[in-house]
């Protein structure tokens, strides 16, 4: 009876430990086949994310736009110094229309400079600012930045306008001209951006002034510079015994410069810097006058 009871028990045992076998087996693979269904649907989520992240990329940008250029509204009136220089010289003969460049040296100026952009544009003419790279600054860049976006030239006159460097001896030093280049173009940058470019040159006191200027000419030009003078004046820098007294008197000088000309190209020289009351008070006058002649505007590159 106990050998029978005995042999219930082991084969119990052994039913038991089939029935626990059975169960791991099934455990087991109910966890495997959990662990895929996760897996597959980690992976369909990835694959649904990548395909949201390709459908946004395909998406226009929604960033900003980028500020439109202005347009140039003189842009049909433009002129190169180097061919303009040759013509003003005699150097070459021009049987063209008649052309007027009003140009102003020595600013920007915080008082004579908007004055001056304002009869410009009331007038709807150009005109060509030769600056001083020393006044270019903080205190001047939104007038900087109006004449550039009115569609006037900012045009080079040099760094520090110091003869005794530029010229020592009264003769041209191309290092210090082209450093002092150098300088006036980075810090219109700083204002203007990096695009900005110079391609007009104005020595102070004229090319007409100094010697051995050859050397400077040719390294200007290797930059895609050209230099200019000018052959009409209003005489508001000249020395005062030979400076008109009133904006009638600058008038006249213009007009008497002009009136005995032998071309058709005048570029009057006029000044922005301080104290130039009477040239804004003739530059009114000045406009008229050539309006009148029927002479087209121009302004440098």
């Known amino acids: 009876m106990n050998k029978v ?8 045992l052994v039913l038991l430990a089939l029935i626990v076998g059975i169960f791991m087996k099934e455990q087991k693979s109910f966890s495997e086949k959990d662990a895929e269904i996760k897996k597959i649907a980690i992976e369909e989520k990835k694959a649904k994310k990548e395909k949201e992240t390709e459908k946004e990329t395909e998406k226009p940008s929604e960033t900003k736009p980028t500020e439109p250029k202005l347009k140039d509204p003189y842009a049909d009136a433009v002129y190169d110094a180097g061919e ?3 013509i003003i010289r005699k150097q070459k ?3 063209g229309e008649k052309v007027v460049f ?9 008082s004579s400079s908007p ?12 005109g060509t600012f030769f600056v001083q790279g020393k006044y270019v600054n903080d205190n001047t860049k ?6 550039h976006d009115d569609g006037h030239t900012i045009a080079a006159h040099s760094y520090s306008h110091d003869y005794s460097y530029l010229y020592p001896g009264r003769v041209g030093n191309t290092e210090n001209i082209i450093s002092e ?7 219109t940058k700083k204002y203007l951006g990096d695009d900005f ?4 040159w104005r020595y102070p006191g004229g090319h007409m002034s100094w010697q051995n200027l050859e050397g400077a000419d040719a390294a200007l030009k290797e930059r895609g510079v050209e230099w200019i003078d000018w052959n009409n004046m209003t005489g508001d820098a000249e020395p005062k015994s030979r400076r008109p007294s009133t904006a009638e008197g600058m008038f006249n000088m213009v007009k008497q410069l002009t009136e005995g000309s032998t071309t058709n190209m005048q570029v009057i020289l006029m000044h922005d810097n301080v104290s130039k009351e009477l040239t804004i008070q003739a530059l009114p006058q000045i406009i008229a006058y050539y309006k009148d002649l029927g002479y087209k505007f121009g302004k440098f590159k």
């Open 5 to 12: 009871k005995g042999t219930i028990i082991a084969l119990s």
């Open 84 to 86: 303009v220089s040759d």
């Open 93 to 95: 003969e021009y049987t």
């Open 102 to 110: 009003l140009t102003f040296d020595d600013g920007p100026d915080t």
């Open 115 to 126: 004055r001056i952009l304002k009869i410009l544009n009331d007038n709807k003419v150009p």
């Open 142 to 147: 939104d007038i900087l930045k109006q004449i």
């Open 181 to 187: 280049f150098n300088q006036i173009d980075q810090v």
């Open 197 to 200: 470019k110079y391609y007009t």
